[in-house]
T-cell receptor
């Protein structure tokens, strides 16, 4: 099993739709979690950190499920500008290793 | 505008050349990173500097040599690269540790002839 796994997609959704992605991780000692978005041929940009209690930033909601070892990202009211690849990052406790998931491609369609 | 600046934006070099990639941040961050990203793949961590000391080398070949002259600057010296080293090289920084959010530069697109 890969350390961090994501469904590569693409997820093709109409404008205004709600879409959710998951990111599973194999190391139960993982401590820090993030979602980044990356546009084609651009650098990754931090979207949000993922906290144990879950957190929301506008149309975006991130959740952590430690029991099942996954994090999720929910996007409500999708915009065309949300089209990008969404990368999760998982960092284990006590070790300075940064592992990116393979990314999920989202295409929002007019 | 990115707060992490990388130069050059593009670099084409032969396998016998020596070149350097540069990265600068003025956010007062004490951790800096080099990543390699191939097309349609996620970034792969190469090196981590923490308080100007190399703390992680992810088994990177010695033809890549990092350097951190001060807390704002990070260099990646390149020598005798191979065609498979062609990729986007990303620099990032975070406040103190890998457990904090990272800010990325827009990368150097490297092509090895």
């Amino acid at each position: 099993r890969k350390e961090v796994e994501q469904d590569p997609g693409p997820f093709n959704v109409p404008e205004g739709a709600t879409v959710a992605f998951n990111c599973t991780y194999s190391n139960s000692a993982s401590q820090s979690f993030f979602w980044y978005r990356q546009d084609c041929r651009k650098e990754p940009k931090l979207l949000m950190s993922v906290y144990s209690s879950g957190n929301e930033d506008g149309r975006f909601t991130a959740q952590l499920n430690r029991a099942s070892q996954y994090i999720s990202l929910l996007i409500r009211d999708s915009k065309l500008s949300d089209s990008a690849t969404y990368l999760c990052v998982v960092i284990p406790r006590g070790y300075q290793k940064v592992t990116f998931g393979t990314g999920t491609k989202l295409q929002v369609i007019p | 505008d990115t707060e992490v600046t990388q130069t050059p934006k593009h670099l084409v070099m032969g396998m016998t050349n020596k070149k350097s990639l540069k990265c600068e941040q003025h956010m007062g961050h004490r951790a800096m990173y080099w990543y390699k990203q191939k097309a349609k793949k996620p970034p792969e961590l190469m090196f981590v500097y923490s308080y100007e000391k190399l703390s992680i080398n992810e088994s990177v070949p010695s033809r890549f040599s990092p350097e951190c002259p001060n807390s704002s600057l990070l260099n990646l010296h390149l020598h005798a690269l191979q065609p498979e080293d062609s990729a986007l090289y990303l620099c990032a920084s975070s406040q103190e540790t890998v457990r904090q959010p990272q800010h990325f530069g827009d990368g150097t697109r490297l092509s090895i002839l």
